[in-house]
């Protein structure tokens, strides 16, 4: 796509988890993320079945958000790939809204500003969660490297894991710390990505709502430049429909992301909570606090994107029937005014994202994870 609302980190995340259908390439990444995860929750889960008595319960909680982590990426992947034909049509789609574009001012602006609202959004997405796992990973192989720790079967691992092999040597214990690095790196760089495909789409649907908006105040304003002949009520209904097709689409490929994001977002925050918490009041609370508290914030920020894009997209889909009803439909003719009623009465029906088709993303969501997780960290404190 030679213009497009996705960001060049956004397509190389495509790109590289064989998210973009249709591919030569595609398929071989798609084999690499199955062996490469497939590996990684083996020894993860391992961990946690084989230490779940441990007397060390903030570690254990540590070793179950890392490889909850991990699975929300298996299941965002798998989703993804079984829907690749959605996603392939958005994408299409997203190419011939650049296409037919006009050269109008406002419009041209409208899209614009959405790309680059769309870019700015998946840096930060991106980039907060880059520098957690940058603390999240040196303050562990920093706290390795203490005097009770000196030798290597004893130091902490990036990821708790239980391996097949010993780690007896200096040079294994450096490169299983430089897999695990490598390895979690680029599984936060994933989930971060497919959260930056749904703030793109998102984005991108909203600014499709803001210049049909702008063709409704113009359509029947003597003063416009734009006349009737060029943009009429059909063309107006077929934009609205193109829209309520593009986020249906953009529902039927996150709506199970939300289900399973949010349940286990839920658990992740409570364990990093926990974690935090008991952590205040011991030698190494720095250590644990540089480790957690930005991996802490990145999640909440995962869990309240997804609630606010889905806010965003209601908001905006009611603004619809406003921009018809404040139009000057009373200039015109009956047989041509007539028409709007049909759009006014279809954008009643509010655009948004749901959660598994239960419940809509919104804010209050947002606030109903936040109470449920930190409901979660008083029973635990209360039985450990």
Known sequence: MATTTFSRLVRFGL??????????????FRVYWVIALSIAQTFQYRYCVLNIHTDD?????????SAMAYSLLCIKLIILWTHQRKFFDLM????LDWKENDTTNCTSRI???????ARIASRCIIGVQAVSVCLYSTSIVVSGYTPEKLEPYNRELILKMVLPFNISTELIYETVQLVQF??????????????????????????????????????????SADSVDDITMQK?????????????NIETLYTYIALIMLLSDTIIICCLGYIIVTSLNTPNVIAILIKCMLFYFAVNFEAFIYCFVGEYLSAKSKMIGDAAYDSHWYNFPAKESRMILLLIMRSQKRLT?????IVDLSLEQFTSVVKASLSYISVLLAMY
């Open 57 to 65: 319960f903030s570690s254990y909680m540590d070793g179950l958000s």
């Open 92 to 95: 299409q789609m997203i190419s």
């Open 111 to 117: 899209m614009t500003r959405s790309k680059k609202l």
């Open 15 to 28: 790109h590289i988890y064989g998210i973009r259908p249709y591919k030569t390439t595609t398929v071989v």
């Open 236 to 248: 107006l209904i077929i934009k609205h429909q193109q829209i309520i097709t593009f986020a249906e």
């Open 353 to 357: 994202i749901t959660s598994g088709k």
């Open 182 to 223: 490598y390895n979690i790196f680029f599984v936060a760089f994933g989930i971060t990505s497919i959260n930056s495909i749904l703030v793109t789409l998102i984005l991108h649907v909203c600014g499709q709502i803001d210049i049909l908006r702008y063709r409704l105040t113009n359509i029947f304003s003597k003063n």
